[in-house]
């Protein structure tokens, strides 16, 4: 393994502990007790038992040449950066802002340790390794974190739709949302782009009909501002990452 394998490694345990193993109810008690919460001791011990696992499963593929106390170390360092970081978070107003803000914080926490472990402080331009990682990663930003964003993106617009009848299964549109990004992204990724084409298509023809017999023509630009953040963040982590693949696999 590489020293960017870690970096790699240390993203992949913060987006599963931050956006997979994080309930609900811990954000909410985070937001209700701030730096009292146990829930969000919680999740910083979840965030340090991944970050540990991720430099443990590195330092055996490299060798075991580091010292483990330093890992150790690191992810204490990790954890603790995690739990200040989150509680001012939950003393805002919990929006966009600090969403983008929050995770800017995490990511370039992870970077300088990283860069401070491994003595490797050349990573710009970033070189990005051979390896699933890179596509895993890509997968799971497309899933929950990308369905985070939407919801921030439209939320100033979301109260003028609370008046109109609840229609539909019950969090119907956010798996459907998660399902097309991945449809896309492998899509792209498969350079079948045709099949994309397809896939809008038949989503057109069936939301056709809800958005016709709308009544409220608020809806209706909600669901086509919905689907078009959706499909541009599909499509822009798709393409990034093609223009990468020949460099990933040494082409």
């Known amino acids: 393994m590489t020293d960017l394998d870690l970096l790699l490694l240390l993203l992949l345990a913060h987006v599963l502990g931050d956006f997979y193993l994080q309930p609900l109810s811990w954000v909410k008690d985070r937001l209700k ?15 340090m038992g ?8 590195w330092q ?46 995490h990511l370039t926490v992870l970077l300088l ?7 490797n402080w050349q990573w710009w331009p970033p070189r990005l390794p051979a390896g699933w990682l890179v596509v895993g990663i890509a997968y799971l930003l497309v899933l929950t974190p990308a369905s985070v964003l939407i919801g921030q993106l439209l939320r100033s617009w979301r109260p003028e739709l609370l008046a109109l009848p609840v229609q539909g299964l019950l969090a119907g549109g956010h798996y459907i949302g998660m399902l097309e990004r991945a449809l896309l992204l492998t899509f792209v990724l498969l350079d079948q782009f045709a099949a994309v084409g397809f896939l809008l298509a038949a989503k057109s023809i069936f939301r056709f009909g809800d958005l016709s017999r709308a009544q409220d023509v608020k809806f209706t630009e909600y669901v086509l501002l919905g689907t078009l ?8 982590i798709g393409l990034a990452l093609r223009c990468y693949l020949p460099v990933l696999s040494g082409g």
Not at 50 to 57: N, P, Y
């Open 33 to 47: 007790w701030h730096f009292k919460s146990p829930k969000l001791q919680l999740h910083v011990s979840v965030h």
């Open 50 to 57: 991944l970050s540990l696992l991720a430099l443990l499963v």
């Open 60 to 105: 055996w593929g490299y060798g075991w040449q580091h010292d483990s106390l330093m890992a150790v170390l690191l992810a204490l360092t990790i954890g603790g950066s995690h739990y200040l970081i989150d509680v001012a978070k939950s003393y805002s107003n919990n929006g966009l802002a600090a969403f983008l803000l929050d995770q800017l914080a």
């Open 113 to 119: 340790l990283w860069s401070a472990y491994t003595d």
């Open 229 to 236: 953040l959706s499909i541009s963040i599909s499509l822009g």
